[in-house]
């Protein structure tokens, strides 16, 4: 954790075994979230009438890059008003634990969405404007073909060495080539000359 783990009390009184209960369950959130950056545990006793048994709140907040802010609250209900304390303190941090599970999947299903995106980008190589066709190649070094025909918006003239484009690939006849091809950039940004590269991916224009 970037920042001290912060533990606050409210008409609760502080004992050593509670903190460090909630010391190890912080600790163990770092599991989940290896890059937690802070962790505020606030522990208090609200004053409500007539109510028999304990009564307690736990609150955690949790910050997670690059931004998010996580919070848990934890209240004691009717059914667990007999609970001790540090039955109240667990369940809070298993709700805290949960929340951190849930941000790291969907983190990891948009990292992987953006891995799908960027790797549907690519660059002019080879631009053959009689014969109608040409060539890019994608982020990993695949060649892969494209027609006249399936260039966006009737745009094929306007496509020079370098140009980026975004495209979507389909297996031909006689290997991968582009069933849509559209313009990313302005056509010529990155290099001028109508021949075919092999090394323009050293310093992609994006």
């Known amino acids: 954790m970037e920042v001290p783990l912060e533990i606050t009390y409210r008409d609760v009184e502080k004992t050593d075994g509670l903190e460090d209960l909630i010391s190890e369950k912080a600790e163990k959130l770092e599991q989940f979230s290896s ?20 009564n307690y709140r736990i609150r955690i907040y949790m ?16 059914a667990d008003l007999q609970d001790p304390l540090p039955k109240i303190v667990r369940r809070a941090f298993n709700a805290a634990e949960r929340q951190l599970k849930d941000l790291r999947e969907q983190q990891r299903e948009w990292y992987t969405e953006m891995e799908a995106d960027v790797s549907a980008f690519g660059l002019v190589t080879g631009i053959f ?7 890019l190649k994608t982020l990993d070094g695949q060649e892969v073909y494209f027609h006249k025909n399936s260039v966006l918006h009737g ?13 979507t690939e389909q297996q031909g006849e006689k290997g991968p080539q582009a069933s849509t091809v559209e313009i990313e950039n302005k056509p010529g940004a990155a290099i001028k000359e109508k021949e075919k590269s092999v090394d323009l991916f050293q310093a992609p224009p994006w």
């Open 63 to 78: 910050v997670v890059p690059p931004g998010h802010e996580l919070i848990v609250e934890r209240v004691s209900t009717k």
């Open 129 to 135: 404007y009689q014969e109608g066709y040409g060539f």
């Open 155 to 167: 745009e094929f003239d306007r496509l020079e060495i370098g140009t980026a484009v975004r495209f």
């Open 35 to 54: 890059n937690l950056i802070s962790c505020r545990v606030a522990v208090e006793r609200p004053h409500r009438r007539h109510r028999v048994g304990r």
